[in-house]
């Protein structure tokens, strides 16, 4: 997506500018980080001046943040532990658009723009992980130049960087090269490692992108999920569909215990709001196809 390939350029390009590697934010351990959240800080004069990683300006405005959703991070923690498990990448790519618009989303305010996003400093930090665990992946998975892009998009081009095709976009993953050792999933020698139980997944396909964030409610037998889907921050590429997967096995064990996932009939109810009144999109929940899955980290 568009979000995982092109940003990876766009955070080189910042790097090269500011000569000086950026920070990231593992969004999986908390809310935003107080170098974000403090309106003013003391620096080494002692001085209290503004924070310029609280607001950036936007058409001549600071950047605003409005939490389109709660952030919850041991959700967005569960979500991406099925993502280095992946063998494909548009399985993978799915997981970590799904985790990537729910941040988008539960900053809320410019964030929720595609228009506005990249001018709140906490953008960048928010894209640096994101690309932190797409390198993890490759490295793992040992996909470079091979299933990563997939071949039938391979050579597709993204918008802002139209002399680099995605395969080539996939390869430059250099400003991680000396970043140092990350944590495996692989068991240390002589250990057993503890089998995780299944996690049951909630999966949207044929979802419209748009340009701002949207949350989809949905309910299954008149039971409401209290899980939302959020969607939009990212273009939609020819030869890959949008596809939302959602960790549902804590509201299936509270709300549907009981019930076997092979009879739970389709969602009755697929509802969408989006972020801004005003947000021009041609979203549609009539095509969202939907199923369970059970998953194994």
Excluded at 276 to 293: G, H, M, P, R, W
Aim: charged share 15%.
């Amino acid at each position: 997506t568009q979000s995982t390939w092109g940003h990876r350029l766009f955070l080189e390009d910042l790097e090269n500018a500011l000569g000086v590697a950026m920070p990231y934010w593992d969004w999986t351990q908390g809310g935003i980080p107080s170098a974000f959240a403090a309106r003013t800080y003391t620096n080494r004069a002692g001085q209290v001046v503004s924070n310029p990683l609280f607001s950036g300006q936007f058409s001549g405005r600071p950047t605003q943040r409005q939490p389109f959703s709660s952030f919850d991070s041991n959700q967005l923690r569960r979500e991406l532990a099925l993502a280095p498990s992946q063998t494909s990448f548009s399985r993978f790519s799915s997981l970590m658009e799904t985790a990537h618009n729910t941040v988008h989303g539960s900053v809320g305010g410019d964030m929720a723009s595609v228009t506005a996003a990249a001018f709140d400093p906490i953008f960048w930090a928010h894209h640096c992980f994101v690309d932190l665990v797409w390198y993890r992946w490759q490295v793992q998975t040992d996909r470079l130049n091979s299933a990563d892009p997939p071949a039938s998009i391979r050579n597709q081009v993204t918008s802002g960087y139209p002399q680099f095709t995605l395969q080539q976009i996939a390869d430059r993953r250099g400003r991680w090269a000396q970043s140092g050792p990350f944590p495996t999933t692989a068991p240390v020698a002589g250990t057993v490692k503890k089998k995780e139980p299944p996690r049951l997944s909630l999966i949207l396909g044929n979802v419209s992108s748009s340009p701002c964030a949207g949350r989809i409610k949905v309910a299954v037998d008149s039971v409401p999920f209290p899980d939302f889907f959020l969607f939009g921050m990212s273009t939609q590429m020819p030869g890959f569909t949008t596809e939302l997967i959602k960790d549902v096995t804590h509201t299936y064990r509270t709300h549907l215990r009981g019930r076997r996932v092979a009879t739970l009939p389709p969602l009755t109810t697929l509802a969408f709001e989006l972020s801004e009144v005003d947000c021009l999109s041609e979203y549609s929940v009539a095509n969202i196809s939907t199923k369970f899955q059970w998953e194994h980290s």
